[in-house]
Nanobody, 132 residues
Framework: QVQLVESGGGLVQPGGSLRLSCAASGFTLSYYAIAWFRQTPGKEREGVSYINMGDGSTYYANSVKGRFTISTNNAENTVHEGTVYLQMNSLQPEDTAIYFC????????????????????WGQGTQVTVSS
């Protein structure tokens, strides 16, 4: 079944950088998109970026354009397993959130639309805190 496992969160000072990783497995990667969302208490989950694994095209929310980069290494991925990264630079306190990895492969209980896709499979999330 679809599995998504995030890692790489932590505490960073304003202006600093972090790289998040999403280990994806259980589906044919090239058929789907993998996204990053984020959520803070009391706010709706917000789409940050996604990558179409078939052609590598990417999409960014306006709030992170020019600061965040989503990527994957096709040379390291297999048909059913791979990793997607989110490089986050020039982090600001407003970037503080739980960051979730998601895919439009599968899905069961919670769905969210972002760009051209409906994402329904989620990881457990990783906390990013930007504070001095």
């Amino acid at each position: 079944q679809v599995q998504l496992v995030e890692s790489g969160g932590g505490l960073v000072q304003p202006g600093g950088s972090l790289r998040l990783s999403c280990a994806a497995s259980g589906f044919t990667l090239s058929y789907y998109a993998i996204a990053w969302f984020r959520q803070t208490p009391g706010k709706e989950r917000e789409g940050v970026s996604y990558i179409n694994m078939g052609d590598g095209s990417t999409y960014y929310a306006n709030s992170v354009k020019g600061r965040f980069t989503i990527s994957t290494n096709n040379a390291e991925n297999t048909v059913h397993e791979g990793t997607v990264y989110l490089q986050m630079n020039s982090l600001q306190p407003e970037d503080t959130a739980i960051y979730f990895c998601a895919t439009n492969a599968g899905g069961a209980t919670y769905y969210d639309t972002f760009g051209d896709h409906l994402f329904g499979s989620w990881g457990q999330g990783t906390q990013v805190t930007v504070s001095s």
